[in-house]
């Protein structure tokens, strides 16, 4: 079992900022997470990429956030943050993070992963 854990969301003015946090946690040897990322769903609405980080740092955007947030990962410690600025109302949705790699366990398996948190609300008021 793998669980992700999202945090730092809440309610914010448009043009405010907030920074989300992920952090991943589970029963295995060592979680060899090639890329994480952020999402975010509103009601009704398919779930959309944000951003991604591979283990080597390097990032994606959607093309509306670009330049506005920011995404990072602290890979020891096996956790993701986005930095949100310039918010605006449409970035309201709930945001949820992912992990995808492989873990290994201490009797040698290895199984590919695709996790993903719960999910942490961003509402940002007009």
């Known amino acids: 079992q793998v669980q992700l854990v999202e945090s730092g969301g809440d309610l914010v003015q448009t043009g405010g900022f907030l920074n989300l946090s992920c952090v991943v946690s589970?029963?295995?040897?060592?979680?060899?997470?090639?890329?994480m990322g952020w999402y975010r769903q509103t009601p009704g609405k398919q779930r959309e990429l944000v951003a991604t980080?591979?283990?080597?740092?390097?990032?994606d955007y959607a093309d509306d956030v670009k330049g506005r947030f920011t995404i990072s990962r602290d890979n020891a410690k096996n956790m993701a943050y986005l930095q949100m600025h310039s918010l605006k109302p449409e970035d309201t949705a709930n945001y949820y993070c992912?992990?995808?790699?492989?873990?290994?366990?201490?009797?040698?398996?290895?199984?590919?992963?695709?996790?993903w948190g719960r999910g942490t609300q961003v509402t940002v008021s007009a």
């Open positions: 992912r992990a995808m790699g492989i873990r290994e366990f201490s009797d040698g398996s290895r199984y590919h992963t695709d996790a």
């Open positions: 980080v591979t283990s080597a740092g390097v990032t």
């Open positions: 589970g029963k295995y040897i060592i979680y060899s997470i090639n890329a």
